[in-house]
T-cell receptor, first 113, second 113 residues
Framework: GDSVTQMEGPVTLSEEAFLTINCTYT??????LFWYVQYPGEGLQLLLK?????DKGSNKGFEATYRKETTSFHLEKGSVQVSDSAVYFC????????????FGQGTRLTINP | DTAVSQTPKYLVTQMGNDKSIKCEQN?????MYWYKQDSKKFLKIMFS???????INETVPNRFSPKSPDKAHLNLHINSLELGDSAVYFC????????????FGSGTRLTVV
C-alpha cells in the first residue's frame, strides 16, 4: 500500500543551522506530495506542496523538490529560527481513487537559541 | 473567519460514555475527513465524506459513527468510549481538484478516564 517514511526524530539544531528532514514515499501512480507543520498545541498547517515530478514547493524559507527517480521529497531550510520548532509531517495523496492523505510518522524539530 | 472549525477543543469524559465532536467548514469544499492522531503523533485517516456520501471508512470500530447533514458539516459520534480512544481528532476538508491541499481544523483533544 501507499506509505511515507520520514527520518526519525527528534531533531535538535542551533539557530541559523541548515535543516534537512528526509522523506521518501511508496505509492501507485503519480502522487501529490505535501509538507505539513504542527506547532505546539495547534492543528496542522500546509507548509508546501508539489504535484508533479521536479516541482519545487517553497514557503517561509522552506523548500522541497519532488524527485520521482528517488521517490523523495526532502524538506530543507538554509537558516532555521527558534520559531521553526514544531512537528513536521510529510504526506502524499496518490491521485487515484478516493482522496486521502497518507502521512509519515512526523519529525519533531527543536531549535535552540 | 475560521476555515475549518471543530468543537469542542477539549473533551474529558468517563469510559462508557457517548460523545460527539462537531466540524464545520466554510471553504465550499466538497470532501471532509476525520483523522486520528495518537500519543506518538501518528496521523491516520478514519473517514471521508464527499457531498454527504461516505467514501472512506478505514477499519474503524463501529462505535465511531460519522454523520454529514450537508457538505459543510461532518460530525463524529463515539459510543461506549474506551481508554484507547484518547487521542486528538482532526477534521479536514479539501476540494475535488487534487493537489490543492487539505485544510485542517485545530483538533479536539479527547481524554477518556
Amino acid at each position: 500500500g501507499d506509505s511515507v517514511t520520514q527520518m526519525e526524530g527528534p531533531v535538535t539544531l542551533s539557530e541559523e543551522a541548515f535543516l534537512t528532514i528526509n522523506c521518501t514515499y511508496t505509492a501507485t501512480g503519480y502522487p501529490s506530495l505535501f509538507w505539513y507543520v504542527q506547532y505546539p498545541g495547534e492543528g496542522l498547517q500546509l507548509l508546501l506542496k508539489a504535484t508533479k515530478a521536479d516541482d519545487k514547493g517553497s514557503n517561509k524559507g522552506f523548500e522541497a523538490t519532488y524527485r520521482k527517480e528517488t521517490t523523495s521529497f526532502h524538506l530543507e531550510k538554509g537558516s532555521v529560527q527558534v520559531s521553526d520548532s514544531a512537528v513536521y509531517f510529510c504526506a502524499l495523496d496518490r491521485n487515484l481513487g478516493a482522496q486521502k492523505l497518507v502521512f509519515g510518522q512526523g519529525t519533531r524539530l527543536t531549535i535552540n537559541p | 473567519d475560521t476555515a475549518v472549525s471543530q468543537t469542542p477543543k477539549y473533551l474529558v469524559t468517563q469510559m462508557g460514555n457517548d460523545k460527539s465532536i462537531k466540524c464545520e467548514q466554510n471553504l465550499g469544499h466538497d470532501t471532509m475527513y476525520w483523522y486520528k492522531q495518537d500519543s506518538k503523533k501518528f496521523l491516520k485517516i478514519m473517514f471521508s465524506y464527499n457531498n454527504k456520501e461516505l467514501i472512506i471508512n478505514e477499519t474503524v470500530p463501529n462505535r465511531f459513527s460519522p454523520k454529514s447533514p450537508d457538505k459543510a458539516h461532518l460530525n463524529l459520534h463515539i459510543n461506549s468510549l474506551e481508554l484507547g480512544d484518547s487521542a486528538v481528532y482532526f477534521c479536514a476538508s479539501s476540494q475535488a481538484d487534487r493537489g490543492y491541499g487539505y485544510t485542517f481544523g485545530s483538533g479536539t483533544r479527547l481524554t477518556v478516564v
